[in-house]
């Protein structure tokens, strides 16, 4: 079972935002499942078996409105990388993007082995990529904060 059926998200301008999430989506194994007027549909996994990815655009009120991280509301979400060259791989991509990032993959104290890269979408909305290794490797490079 696949606990997480989908995340939505909602943004100013949705040509613009399908153009950058396309190619990171399919870097991560998703493909367009489906497209309307209303949204568009990327899913994971085997014929669209998987996680989805919905993009919707904002109504005409909204889209001047602004992401801030930090206020109340969802933080970041983050993606499970299958190891820590697609964490690389991933950061090469979206730097060819242009996307905003905190900088290269590193390592973090969250827990052994941790490492990752978090980046922005056109909206402002936070992401990233993580490689947390099993349990039985403990290989972790300098902490990071």
Not at 44 to 52: D, I, L, S, V
Not at 72 to 93: I, K, M, S
Request: net charge negative.
């Amino acid at each position: 079972m696949n606990p997480l059926h989908h995340i939505r998200i909602t943004v100013a301008d949705r040509e613009g935002s399908v153009h950058f999430w396309s190619p990171v989506l399919a870097f991560l194994g998703f493909s367009l499942l489906d497209e309307n007027a209303d949204r568009v549909c990327f899913a994971a996994g085997p014929a669209g078996t998987g996680m989805r990815f919905l993009i919707c655009q904002a109504p005409p009120e909204f889209r001047d409105d602004h992401f801030e991280l930090g206020r109340p509301g969802l933080h970041h979400v983050a993606f499970a990388a299958t190891g820590r060259g697609q964490v690389d791989e991933l950061y090469d991509l979206l730097v060819a993007l242009g996307a905003p990032t905190q900088g290269p993959p590193a390592f973090y104290d969250y827990s052994p082995g941790y490492y990752a890269v978090y980046f922005r979408d056109p909206d402002n909305l936070k992401f990233e990529l993580a490689h947390v290794p099993p349990d039985g490797d403990q290989t972790q490079g300098p902490s990071q904060p």
